[in-house]
């Protein structure tokens, strides 16, 4: 309320939210009203005031070494203690301690008593201007103006040691923390026998005991090293659950489910399938929901941050990909594709406020956490799943997954399927059917547990609770821009080659990439890894590009998909031992060759005609059941 904006090129003040519609008073006194998700998506919007900090990138990240990285998050939590009284910033909580009191001291002062404090812990360098200037360029930067730049080349806590090893060493520490009795030379035997255990004997090298000794003291919280008492204690689980959320995008939870479909892999092999999603826990909305084989690992949070944070109509190539998508689905829609485009572009897209997260369901690495950092998302684990704790993000999304399997076992007998197999559709198809059937009936179905307490019987839709709850809060969780979309994706190194780059088995090209071949260096590459449509290229101009699959358009080919469905089946039949153009998958190699033998003599008979006295003729079948081979001579002779 009251915050400016930039709208069609004309600034506005927010003067009301109601039912999910922004109020807008313009300079000259004009007047206007637009759904909350059409404006924060619009083209040229932005908020007027001091520009949001950028989220880091995880590819960047990732390069700063463990410490620099520890040392510019404790940082961030001096600073955030300088500035408002808590380290965890005003959403923290709590009371600030007495020598940090915002309303009792000033700016200047508690940046003083800020530096005799690091001081006293050992920091070296930490004057009051020390402090004031790391403030400063947190306030321009963020977080990553607090990494001192000097280590991002000269330093790695684990230097070039094997990251199998790294990563047994720091489940070592884990398993011994807290354990008073724990000595070093314990953790770096319980460090071999877990690589022993996973990799298998001697397939790892591993590195001299006195670089295990190094390895373990860099890798070793300072203020908990191996052999000291935990610090926080454990205790019996405080009633009252967790707190409830009261407004769009404060508390999402994310959860993965397994669902009731089998799908074509990319091998043409018959693969199970899960979604994992995110569901906000105010209305009900699903930000997003992915769908994978449960055999690839769970999904990275950073795919998630991206499909949740970025609007559909901002993303590059959206509108494209859609009607390849929608083409190549089911004829059997449920609306048009305008009509689906209007509805996607009106589903809610937000950056959380705090994400409810399971390790086993999405995988938090420090590059995500990173980013979280810098986009003010605060990360909690997940509840354990006790009987009271069933009806949760958990239980919703079953309900989800069972009435799309409904659709989907619908749709797919709309289009005539005979497979006996029950795998009919691809990754990518039900990917698209899922899309389109949580934007027009997921979100447009009244739940029962989106009720007010006063009206039991009315339940509201996820999509009118969210429009609702935007009106009550008074403000609107802005999404991020089209641009972040490639940058919260996975990142990797790939080769431009003159016929472009590579991955996955795919090949992706486009025009501007072409001053750029053949220049023997790899380039940053941000993908999907569940939507192999487009990749995202850091060129030198310092911009991701959207570089599309060379063989995208592929639905638009006349008979595709019966194209891919007879492949399938031929893949299938290889993998059951049959040989090629066999319908039979048993019996002998005699018994497989002669029905071979008799195919073909049945489609030859089929192509000759028979003499009088039951031989073969020299014409060709000319009736309606067979199909000749066309001889224009025979066929000259007949005029």
């Not at 996973?198 to 006195?210: D, E, F």
Request: charge should be neutral; charged fraction near 20%; glycine fraction near 10%.
């Amino acid at each position: 309320m009251g915050a400016q904006v930039t709208f069609e090129g004309r600034t506005w003040q927010v003067t009301g939210l109601v039912d999910g519609r922004v109020h807008l008073v313009a300079e000259d006194g004009a007047t206007g009203c637009v759904l909350a998700a059409h404006l924060v998506s619009a083209p040229g919007f932005s908020v007027t005031g001091p520009a949001a900090a950028e989220p880091p990138a995880p590819a960047l990240w990732e390069t700063v070494p463990l410490a620099a990285q520890e040392r510019a998050l404790a940082w961030l939590r001096h600073i955030r203690e300088v500035e408002t009284g808590l380290p965890g910033g005003p959403a923290d909580g709590g009371t600030p301690r007495a020598e940090y009191n915002p309303q009792r001291f000033t700016l200047a002062e508690r940046e003083g008593t800020k530096a005799r404090e690091l001081a006293a812990l050992g920091w070296t360098r930490a004057s009051r201007t020390t402090v004031q200037r790391m403030r400063l360029v947190y306030q321009r930067q963020g977080l990553w103006g607090l990494v001192d730049k000097r280590h991002l080349r000269t330093f790695s806590p684990t230097g070039r040691t094997d990251e199998r090893v790294v990563a047994a060493v720091l489940e070592a520490l884990r398993r011994r923390r807290g354990r008073s009795k724990t000595t070093t030379l314990q953790i770096i035997e319980l460090a071999e026998q877990i690589v022993a255990d996973t990799y298998g004997p001697a397939r790892v090298k591993l590195p001299g005991r006195s670089s295990l000794y190094r390895l373990v003291k860099a890798l070793a919280d300072p203020a908990e090293p191996p052999g000291s008492a935990a610090r926080t204690a454990t205790g019996t689980a405080r009633p009252g659950g967790p707190p409830p959320a009261l407004r769009p995008a404060e508390r999402v939870h994310v959860a993965t489910v397994r669902l009731g479909l089998r799908a074509v892999g990319e091998d043409g092999g018959v693969v199970p399938v899960a979604v994992t999603a995110a569901l906000d826990a105010a209305s009900g909305c699903v930000l997003a929901a992915v769908l994978h084989p449960p055999q690839d690992g769970p999904v990275s949070l950073s795919v998630l941050l991206a499909e949740m944070a970025v609007p559909r109509p901002q993303r590059p190539g959206w509108p494209t990909l859609l009607e390849q998508a929608h083409a190549g689905g089911p004829a059997w829609r449920l609306v048009s594709l305008p009509a689906r485009i209007e509805a996607t572009a009106a589903r809610p897209a937000a950056v959380p406020e705090t994400l409810i997260v399971d390790q086993s369901t999405a995988a938090v690495t420090p590059a995500v956490l990173a980013v979280c950092e810098g986009l003010g998302i605060s990360l909690e684990p997940a509840p354990s799943r006790t009987a009271g704790a069933r009806r949760g993000a958990a239980y919703t999304l079953e309900v989800l997954v069972g009435l799309f399997a409904r659709h989907a076992t619908t749709a797919e007998e709309a289009c005539g399927a005979e497979e006996a197999a029950g795998a009919y559709w691809s990754m990518p198809q039900l990917q698209d059917l899922l899309d389109e059937w949580i934007t027009v009936r997921w979100h447009q179905r009244p739940q029962e547990q989106l009720r007010h307490p006063l009206l039991p019987r009315a339940g509201l839709a996820p999509q009118e609770m969210w429009e609702v709850l935007l009106g009550v809060a008074g403000t609107v969780p802005l999404p991020l821009a089209g641009q972040h979309y490639g940058e919260l994706l996975p990142a990797r190194r790939c080769a431009l080659t003159d016929s472009g780059i590579r991955l996955g088995g795919r090949r992706y090209d486009d025009a501007c990439l072409d001053e750029h071949r053949g220049r023997g260096r790899r380039w940053e590459v941000h993908h999907h890894p569940h939507d192999p449509r487009q990749v995202f290229v850091r060129l030198p101009d310092g911009l991701l590009h959207a570089i599309g699959w060379a063989d995208g358009e592929h639905t638009l080919r006349p008979f595709d998909e019966t194209v891919r469905r007879r492949t399938g089946s031929v893949l299938t039949r290889r993998g059951a031992g049959a040989p090629p153009g066999s319908e039979t998958t048993g019996g002998s190699g005699e018994t497989g060759r002669s029905a071979d033998v008799a195919a073909v003599e049945g489609i030859a008979d089929g192509m000759m005609v028979h003499d009088a006295d039951g031989g073969v003729g020299d014409r060709i079948a000319r009736d309606t059941g067979g199909f000749g081979v066309y001889d224009p001579q025979a066929e000259a002779e007949l005029w």
